[in-house]
């Protein structure tokens, strides 16, 4: 009896017909339902073809000199790419990767950042003994010489001579930045940026006009990369300086 009711209830309903889809609607319809697997797709893959290139050294430029800023305060980065781009005028491509490139390495403390500027020396200090370590910098510049000289002895004298262990004559061992020509005439313009949460501007020649550069020295055969660049690199820096 029920069979016979649902017979009659449904006497005119007629099964869906089957919609033939144009080719259009037909990729609308799968790009609906597979977008985000394409996209994950494409970023997982963008992502691996990043990594490749990196770590085949495609598209990669090596610093052919690099400068271990150890001072109170971090450098603003305006300053401190006009630095490395003006220097790299004066060097050679070393590594022949097709430019004269140069690097900064920042170990600056925390100057007044209130508690957290234990901390920025801290890590600061940390990264700037695994640079000593792998002898990575060779140019130094530096706002206490004197400091630095005391605490880790790496400096070169400017005859060329290693100090012994027991020489504190830290003045044998650097030029102040504007007591070299070659360094005073750099063109090193303007910079506006915030360091440290706080606004700084100014002119980046006056900014490093009061600091001192020295080179490393070597106590065993390890060397830098490119040391003999590196060494002509200095004697034009330091060209005609008054020690």
């Not at 508690?115 to 530096?142: I, P, V």
């Amino acid at each position: 009896m029920a069979s016979e009711y649902w017979k009659w209830k449904f006497r005119d309903v007629r099964p869906e017909e089957k919609v033939e889809l144009t080719p259009a609607q037909r990729r609308k319809n799968w790009w609906h339902y597979h977008k985000w697997h394409i996209v994950i797709g494409a970023v997982l893959l963008a992502a691996g073809v990043n990594i490749a290139l990196h770590v085949l050294g495609v598209g990669r430029v090596d610093p052919d000199y690099q400068i271990a800023y150890v001072g109170a305060v971090p450098l603003p980065d305006g300053a401190v790419a006009a630095l490395e781009e003006a220097l790299a005028a004066l060097g050679e491509d070393c590594n022949g990767d097709g430019r004269a490139a140069v690097q900064l390495n920042p170990y600056a403390g925390g100057g007044d950042a209130g508690a957290d500027a234990a901390y920025y020396t801290m890590a600061a200090s940390a990264k700037l003994t695994a640079d000593l370590a792998s002898r990575e910098s060779y140019f130094f510049l530096l706002d206490d010489p004197e400091g630095f000289q005391r605490d880790y002895h790496a400096l070169r004298r400017l005859d060329g001579s290693l100090p012994p262990d027991t020489d504190a004559d830290w003045q044998s061992c650097c030029l102040r930045w504007s007591d070299c020509p070659a360094l005073a005439r750099l063109d090193l313009g303007e910079y506006e940026e915030t360091v440290l949460n706080q606004s700084a501007s100014g002119d980046a020649q006056e900014l490093f006009s009061g600091m001192y550069i020295a080179r490393r020295g070597f106590w065993t055969e390890q060397t830098c990369e490119h040391v003999e660049a590196c060494d002509a690199l200095w004697d034009k820096i330091t060209k005609g300086a008054n020690p």
